[in-house]
């Protein structure tokens, strides 16, 4: 890529006014023999990681809070996007992509996390992953944990300012939902805390997607108690096995459980026992905030169908429950959950609510879509709600899903690297599997997670898109919160506010 006069006033500005010299260190452009390397680090969807995909013109990787100012004001000045990036998870690759000239503002250096054990709260830097948040956490106390996502890798300041789900939600809602203050540097590279940028602004980067406002540097978050010990299991049902009826059967109970239990599922085609012949297989995948002494009656009482016996349970510390749902064996050590690398996975989700039970006879016409040969490596996961999601009001924060949800559906397929020459046939699979969908979910409007970005639903036309274009995902999105969420935005560009607090360095 060729450097422009843009790229070399924009750089001169950095160092300018940077107010330290040392930034030179922590800038890359296509010259610079680390760009590729920097730039593939921490991008989690390789569909968007090709020769033909945008590149940034500049990389800037702060160390300082005055940095990420620097970065805003000179890409203001010289008409230059900026994509914020920090654990680079987004579904459509939209914190390292833009079809416009652009820099890339990669936080991976700003990732202190400071635990008050006392108190019970942590201040985290965005560019630290929920794996190091729920490590060092754990690290001082057992007893102690958070609420959010199950991924290791995912970037604190993508995954808080969508929402952020994971196994506790049900006791304890999202992880913007335990969020007590935050540090915005907005538009014009203001330092701002949650005093000064006021309760629109607190509200809206808690589940409104923060790239819209500004960048968030870090988060105060209030940790939440966890027993010593919690119970995880993982029951595994095919179609011979009754999964149809078992899963029918959860849709009945998986919101109404004891707010302790959580009971996700994920569906997958495998191989039959009859060679030759392919099956579902619904995996029950559970964590209990308790002892399998309490857990077993409890399940015997209320979900007897599946069948869960005390073999199946393995009770654990509640950090070695988050090295098992991040996919690791229950005996690896939690210092995995420090690591983080690029990983090679081509995907495409979208996500589903769901508000009444879907019939037997819905559930086997997903099964026929997992017949296809594109869904090979296709998953949908059943995330439960109720319990204190349901308790939490649909304004509180952005983030709109609450009372009325019995689950989540996450569709997702994936695909090999070869294939990705052509990806459409797997696109168009989850396509139809969606349109399939559409009379057993959510419905004007049908709502999806902010999260599982889906740029299908409707996307921004680079400053050209009108209140009702933008509605139609905005609704999706937000529900009634939009309108809210559009009014702080255009009030955060117009008042010119003065702000004398000092950034910390
Ligand atoms: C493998 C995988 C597993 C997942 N599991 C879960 C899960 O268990 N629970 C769940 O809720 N979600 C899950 N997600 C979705 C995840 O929450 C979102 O992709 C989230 O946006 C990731 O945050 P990030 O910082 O890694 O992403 P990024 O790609 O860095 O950012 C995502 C968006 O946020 C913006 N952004 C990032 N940092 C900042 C910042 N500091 N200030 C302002 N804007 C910012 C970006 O510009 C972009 O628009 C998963 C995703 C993947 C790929």
Redesign the pocket.
């Known amino acids: 890529m060729k450097r422009t006069s843009t790229d070399e006033n924009f750089l001169q500005c950095l160092t300018l006014h940077s107010g330290n010299d040392s930034i030179s260190k922590l800038i890359y452009t296509s010259s610079n023999s680390s760009f590729s390397a920097v730039l593939k680090f921490d991008i ?2 390789t569909r968007f990681s090709t020769p033909s995909t945008p590149k940034p013109q500049v990389i800037v990787t702060p160390l300082l809070i005055s940095h990420v100012q620097a970065t805003l004001n000179c890409s203001l000045k010289h008409g230059l996007q900026v ?9 459509e690759g ?2 390292y992509v833009s079809p416009v000239p652009f820099v890339l503002l990669d ?1 991976i250096n700003l990732r202190t996390i400071s635990v008050d054990i006392e108190n019970s709260f942590a201040w985290v830097q ?1 560019g630290a992953t929920v794996g190091e948040v729920y490590y060092w956490i754990a690290n001082k106390s057992r007893t102690l944990g958070f609420p959010a ?3 290791r890798t ?6 808080f ?6 196994t506790m939600m049900r006791k304890y809602g999202l992880a913007a939902d335990n969020v007590l203050d935050a540090h915005l540097i907005d538009v014009k590279g203001r330092f701002l805390d949650r005093k000064s940028m006021g309760e629109d602004l607190f509200w809206a980067i808690r589940g409104g ?3 819209s406002f ?4 870090a988060w105060k978050i209030q940790l939440v108690p966890v027993p010593s010990n919690v119970t995880v299991f993982t029951v595994k049902r095919n179609l011979e096995q009754n999964a149809t009826k078992i899963l029918h059967r959860w849709q009945y109970v998986a919101d109404k459980f004891d707010t302790d239990l959580f009971i996700r599922v994920v569906l997958t085609g495998v191989n039959s026992s009859q060679e030759g012949n392919r099956t579902v297989q619904a995996s029950f995948n559970s964590l209990y905030l308790g002892g399998k002494d309490k857990l077993l009656p409890l399940m015997q009482e209320s979900f007897p169908e599946l069948g869960l016996v005390s073999e199946d349970c393995t009770e654990m510390s509640w950090i070695q429950s988050m090295v098992y749902f991040a996919g690791f064996s229950s005996e690896q050590s939690p210092d995995i959950l420090l690591t983080r690398g690029p990983s090679i996975l081509y995907f495409k989700g979208k996500s589903d609510y769901v508000k009444n039970p879907i019939p037997e006879i819905g559930l086997e016409g997903i099964w026929q879509r997992f017949y296809e040969k594109e869904a090979a490596s296709a998953m949908l996961i059943l995330t439960p709600y109720g319990g204190r999601m349901s308790e939490i009001s649909e304004s509180s924060i952005p983030f709109p899903h609450r009372a009325g949800n019995i689950y989540k559906i996450q569709h997702l397929v994936s695909w090999s690297e070869q294939e990705n020459a052509a990806p459409e046939k797997y696109v168009n699979w989850i396509r139809r599997l969606y349109d399939y969908m559409a009379p057993y979910v959510s419905q004007s409007p049908r709502e999806a997670y902010l ?2 970005r889906d740029l299908d639903i409707g996307t921004n036309n680079e400053g050209n898109t009108n209140y009702s274009q933008a509605s139609i995902w905005g609704t999706k999105y937000f529900k009634n919160n939009f309108k809210r969420l559009v009014d702080v935005k255009t009030l955060s560009l117009k008042v010119d506010l003065i702000i004398t607090s000092k950034a910390p360095r």
């Open positions: 989690r969807n994509r914020v990036r920090s654990g680079g998870h987004d579904y939209l914190s936080l965005s996502g199950l991924c995912m970037g604190v300041g993508g995954h300012s969508g929402g952020g789900y994971g997607g923060g790239g500004g960048v968030i540097v999260n599982y």
